[in-house]
């Protein structure tokens, strides 16, 4: 069965600070790969996707992540991060020929950006 | 931009009781699904919902969860005999399938809380 592993729980960073998110999934056919993020008492907001084309892709808010195929990887990036980062990000990932086309999430890395 | 509801925004309930959530999905799109995230964990898929009818369902989607879409507009989540652990954010979420590669779009979630 397919799994979303996201390598840290917890990451607390200071304003200005670089950001890497890991994510790794086990799924060896064509995949779907999300980004989410989910700020304090709000609901599941799209960060970026990946469907094909070019790895390297950018999302809102200056993020963006790269898909490594050969490493089944696709970690989130951020160059400076800002105090309104702070929130809970879901790396997600969708079977590309799944019927039904469930989404599985990670557990989720809460993100606290000291100001 | 069209969006995803979901009513109530907090349902509190005594255990043993039935209960209904709600969700208006985008009136253009064609799946649906229900997940859940229990406090401090990780974001679940229970059920994904097609042409009328459940495409797929995880393991957590027992006996005692039921889908509907009554009306064309509405598609419900009913937990007929609620336990203390079904406590829980529930999210909805739809997708257009005018083209596969198009992502979900959830709802602000629903949170219930068993007494």
């Known amino acids: 069965a397919q799994s979303v592993s996201q390598h840290n729980h917890h990451v607390i960073l200071s304003e200005a600070a670089s950001l890497e998110l890991g994510c790794n999934y086990s799924?060896?056919?064509?995949?779907?790969l999300f980004w989410y993020v989910q700020y304090p008492g709000q609901h599941l907001q799209l960060l970026l996707k990946?469907?094909?084309?070019?790895?390297l892709v950018k999302g809102i808010k200056g993020f963006e992540a790269e898909f490594i195929k050969s490493k089944f990887s696709f970690n989130l990036r951020k160059p400076s991060v800002q105090w309104s980062d702070t929130a809970e990000y879901f790396c997600?990932?969708?079977?590309?020929?799944?019927?039904?086309?469930?989404?599985?999430f990670g557990a989720g890395t809460r993100l606290f950006v000291k100001a | 931009e069209p969006e995803v509801t979901q009513t109530p925004s907090h349902q509190v309930t005594q255990m043993g009781q039935e209960v209904i959530l709600r969700c208006v999905p985008i009136?253009?799109?064609?799946?649906f699904y229900w997940y859940r995230q229990i406090l401090g964990q990780k974001v679940e898929f229970l059920v994904s919902?097609?042409?009328?009818?459940?495409?797929?369902k995880s393991e957590i989607f027992d006996d005692q969860f039921s889908v509907e879409r009554p009306d064309g507009s509405n598609f419900t989540l009913k937990i007929r005999s609620t336990k203390l652990e079904d406590s829980a954010m529930y999210f909805c979420a739809s997708r257009a399938r005018v083209r596969i590669n198009q992502p979900q779009h959830f709802g602000d979630g629903t949170r219930l809380s068993i007494l």
């Open positions: 997600a990932v969708r079977e590309g020929n799944t019927g039904g086309f469930k989404t599985i």
């Open positions: 919902f097609y042409n009328n009818e459940i495409s797929e």
């Open positions: 799924y060896g056919g064509t995949v779907n």
């Open positions: 009136s253009n799109h064609l799946y």
């Open positions: 990946y469907f094909s084309g070019d790895p």
